[in-house]
């Protein structure tokens, strides 16, 4: 059985760092693109960032610049750097590995800025 499990959230005052660590377990994981997404009180699930296995890379504007999305192929794992963290970054963060075949996702992990 598949799981793809987040780690790392937690409580960060504004302008701090967090890194998030999503570890799945699916069988050729390189092949998988790789996406964060997160879900705010109130708002829909959205994008915020994007790894294909061909290492092309998406951010929507209200992250570029501030977070970095990177796999571990070799520990099926892969990570969101978030730097120069907002009170509107926080949401539940959910990782998700999509494949042609296959879509999983995790359970979220909270991430809350504030001071």
């Known amino acids: 059985q598949v799981q793809v499990v987040e780690s790392g959230g937690g409580l960060v005052q504004p302008g701090g760092s967090l890194r998030l660590s999503c570890v799945a377990s699916?069988?050729?994981?390189?092949?998988?693109?790789m996406g964060w997404y997160r879900q705010a009180p109130g708002k829909q699930r959205e994008l915020v960032a994007l790894?294909?296995?061909?290492?092309?890379?998406n951010y929507p504007a209200s992250v570029n610049g501030r977070f970095t999305i990177s796999r571990d192929n070799a520990k099926n794992t892969v990570y969101l750097q978030m730097n120069s963290l907002k009170p509107e970054d926080t949401a539940v963060y959910y990782c998700?590995?999509?494949?042609?075949?296959?879509?999983?996702w995790g359970q979220g992990t909270q991430v809350t800025v504030s001071s």
């Open positions: 699916v069988r050729l994981f390189s092949i998988y693109s």
């Open positions: 790894l294909t296995g061909g290492g092309v890379t």
């Open positions: 998700n590995a999509y494949s042609r075949s296959s879509n999983y």
